[in-house]
């Protein structure tokens, strides 16, 4: 999942793959849910690198 999260926090959520695009639909809904994911990941897989990234997410939705 970090793969998917830009150096400003934001994600990419996902493709339309027929049309090859980004999903452009976003909402603080989506993002803070995706990182309550990411952060359960973080601590079951116990891959504690990730947590830079994941704080980098916490900031920009905040922002």
Same mark, same amino acid.
């Given at each position: 999942?970090?793969?998917?999260?830009?150096?400003?926090?934001?994600?990419? @959520?996902?493709? @339309?793959?027929? /049309?090859?695009?980004? /999903? &452009? =639909?976003? =909402? &603080?809904?989506?993002?803070?849910? &995706?990182?309550?994911?990411? /952060?359960?990941?973080?601590?079951?897989?116990? =891959?504690?690198?990730?947590?830079?990234?994941?704080?980098?997410? /916490?900031?920009?939705?905040?922002?």
């Amino acid at each position: 999942m970090t793969r998917q999260i830009k150096e400003d926090g934001k994600f990419i @959520y996902g493709y @339309y793959p027929g /049309l090859q695009r980004i /999903l &452009s =639909n976003y =909402n &603080s809904v989506r993002h803070f849910s &995706s990182v309550y994911a990411l /952060l359960e990941a973080i601590d079951f897989t116990g =891959n504690y690198e990730d947590t830079r990234r994941a704080k980098k997410t /916490l900031q920009w939705g905040i922002d």
